[in-house]
C-alpha cells in the first residue's frame, strides 16, 4: 500500500491550493483518511480527518478555512485550503488506515504519505 501526495506549492497569503493525496495497492477497506503537517522544528499535527460514516474532526486553526472530502472510488483524499496564512507553512502529509489483508481479527494499520510542502509568503 502507497499513499501519493500532491498540490503544495508556493501562495501568497489569502491564496487557495488544493492537496490530494491518492492510496493505492492492495487496499480491502479505508476506515479514515487525513492531512498532518508539520512545521520545522514542530511536532507533527493534526489538520483534518474525514472517518467512515462522514465525520470530520478539524484543528481548531483551520476551521471555516480548510475543507477535507473524500472519493471512495478513487481511494483519494483531498484538503481544500482557502484564506491561507503564513502560520499554514509546514510539510503536509496525509495518512489513512488501510486494511490490506484477511487477517483476524482485522486490523487498519496506519499508511503515510510522502509529505508535500506548502509555503505561505508574500
Known amino acids: 500500500v502507497q499513499l501519493q501526495a500532491s498540490g503544495g506549492g508556493l501562495v501568497q497569503p489569502g491564496g487557495s491550493l488544493r492537496l490530494s493525496c491518492v492510496a493505492s495497492?492492495?487496499?480491502?477497506?479505508?476506515?479514515?483518511m487525513g492531512w498532518y503537517r508539520q512545521a520545522p522544528g514542530k511536532q507533527r499535527d493534526l489538520v483534518a480527518e474525514?472517518?467512515?460514516?462522514?465525520?470530520?474532526n478539524y484543528a481548531d486553526s483551520v476551521k471555516g478555512r480548510f475543507t477535507v472530502s473524500r472519493d471512495n472510488a478513487k481511494n483519494t483524499v483531498y484538503l481544500q485550503m482557502n484564506s491561507l496564512k503564513p502560520e499554514d507553512t509546514a510539510v503536509y502529509l496525509c495518512n489513512a488506515r488501510i486494511r490490506s489483508d484477511f487477517t483476524h481479527p482485522p486490523r487498519w494499520p496506519d499508511y503515510w504519505g510522502q509529505g508535500t510542502l506548502v509555503t505561505v509568503s508574500s
Open positions: 495497492g492492495n487496499i480491502l477497506s479505508i476506515n479514515r
Open positions: 474525514l472517518v467512515n460514516g462522514g465525520s470530520t
